[in-house]
């Protein structure tokens, strides 16, 4: 954790007198922690994610990451925070990217279940990682607006202390709302117009390449060259900024969130991002939400597997043999 403390009433396995499994599952790692009975960290293990070898392989390598994480069988459930859209109430994911092959359709709760033995709750991964945010909220009906601006776009919802999931688990999905700056611009899903085309890692870099006539390797290039004075740079990196900002505006009006955090590894390129950003953001909102500024996420890089073990006491569990 960074810069909070995750209150007890969050900490996975706090008042069940059990012992659980939080595992994160993105495109090129897989990690997982044993948290005991007072939520402190027992054991972790991480090892690759096999994205290129199809979902059976990606289960396999889940169970097997639970298996080095705890060999002595002592968790009774284990949450899982994954990359794609998961609907938890199914177990299924119901749409993915190609960033792990053939990831789209798979039973992610019964399969997981199955091949571990364990019970097993799922979510997607930026709600996950959201949870330990919302129950860092003062009191029971706290209100979170959580963006994630990576090489994607994510995010999640919770209204009146309880996180949205919505049909087919899609609440959150932040990066394919329509923005201005990204009139005409295709996006991975097939659409065009989405907020992760200008405001993503790669669509800010493609932005920058676009102004400048130029091809640069990766996002941090670009900030470098702002700092130097880069004006395309310099307008690449506001533009998404400012677009993320407006877009987390219009939706503070409409949800009233307690609190707005803008993770992920976009906002840590630097000032001249959070500035365009929160004054975008400002300009959006309505006089009672004047005072609302985004901050940064409490929990640092324990946070998806701590939210994803917390699942288990949330969120419906999958069992072994739903699939036989």
Do not use: Q
Not at 20 to 36: H, P
Not at 41 to 67: E, F, K, M, N, Q
Not at 155 to 168: E, Q, T
Not at 263 to 286: C, D, K, Q, S, W
């Amino acid at each position: 954790m960074s810069t909070g403390t995750l209150p007890a009433s969050a900490r996975p396995g706090t008042g069940t007198g059990t012992v659980v499994i939080g595992l994160d599952l993105g495109g090129t790692k897989i990690a997982a922690a044993l948290f005991g009975r007072d939520g402190t960290v027992l054991a972790r293990h991480t090892r690759p994610t096999p994205a290129r070898d199809g979902s059976a392989a990606v289960l396999d390598a889940l169970a097997a990451a639970v298996a080095s994480v705890d060999p002595d069988g002592s968790a009774t459930a284990l949450g899982i925070a994954a990359a794609g859209v998961v609907d938890p109430r199914t177990g299924m994911v119901t749409s993915a990217t190609d960033s792990i092959r053939g990831w789209a359709g798979t039973a992610l709760g019964a399969g997981l279940a199955d091949r571990t033995g364990l019970p097993v709750a799922c979510d997607n991964d930026v709600r996950a990682t959201a949870g330990p945010e919302l129950a860092a909220l003062d009191g029971e009906h706290g209100s979170l607006l959580f963006a994630a601006v990576g090489t994607g776009v994510g995010g999640a919802v919770a209204v009146d202390g309880r996180m949205l999931h919505g049909a087919h688990g899609m609440a959150g999905h932040l990066g394919h709302l329509p923005s201005p700056e990204a009139a005409g611009l295709p996006c991975t899903c097939g659409s065009t117009g989405h907020l992760e085309v200008i405001a993503s890692g790669p669509g800010i870099t493609a932005c920058y390449e676009r102004l400048a006539g130029t091809s640069v390797d990766r996002l941090e290039t670009v900030a470098a060259r702002a700092a130097r004075g880069d004006a395309d740079a310099v307008r690449a990196i506001t533009a998404g900024a400012a677009a993320v900002g407006r877009v987390l505006g219009g939706l503070a009006n409409a949800l009233g969130p307690d609190r707005v955090v803008v993770g992920g590894g976009v906002p840590r390129i630097g000032p001249l991002y959070g500035n365009a950003l929160a004054a975008a953001f400002t300009a959006e909102l309505m006089p009672p939400l004047r005072g609302l500024t985004p901050v940064a996420p409490l929990f640092g890089h324990d946070a998806a597997v701590l939210g994803a073990a917390s699942l288990t006491t949330t969120l419906p569990l999958h069992h072994p043999g739903a699939l036989r």
